[in-house]
């Protein structure tokens, strides 16, 4: 089962275990991680699941789709390279680990 690890603002790490297939932001709702809002309910439509993913782990994501980076233009909190919606990001096997960082504020 992969694991995705949550780093909030303050440092904080939860490492959570999700069943392949589920959203990075859909694992944070339900396992009550502070910091991720998802208000659209995972459509690409608001940026408040915004979060920073690991240098380590950019290569290993799927390609940004236009609706995603529109959206990362809105974010409360700077916008990086490592910018992505964690709506976007579906855990697998190769993902094992992820590490994301939330940002201070979605709103």
């Known amino acids: 089962m992969p694991r995705i690890n949550y780093v909030a603002s303050d440092g904080g790490l939860t490492e959570v275990d999700v069943a392949a297939g589920k959203r990075v932001m859909q694992t944070a709702l339900a396992k009550g991680i502070d910091g991720i809002i998802g208000e659209c309910g995972g459509q ?36 990086t390279d490592s910018s992505r919606l964690s709506c976007q990001i579906a855990v697998s096997d190769e993902l094992d680990g992820i590490r994301v960082r939330i940002p201070e504020r979605q709103v």
């Open 44 to 79: 690409a439509m608001c940026a408040t699941c915004h979060v920073y993913v690991d240098d380590s782990w950019l290569d290993r994501l799927p390609e940004m789709q236009a609706d995603e980076d529109e959206m990362l233009e809105d974010t409360v909190c700077e916008r």
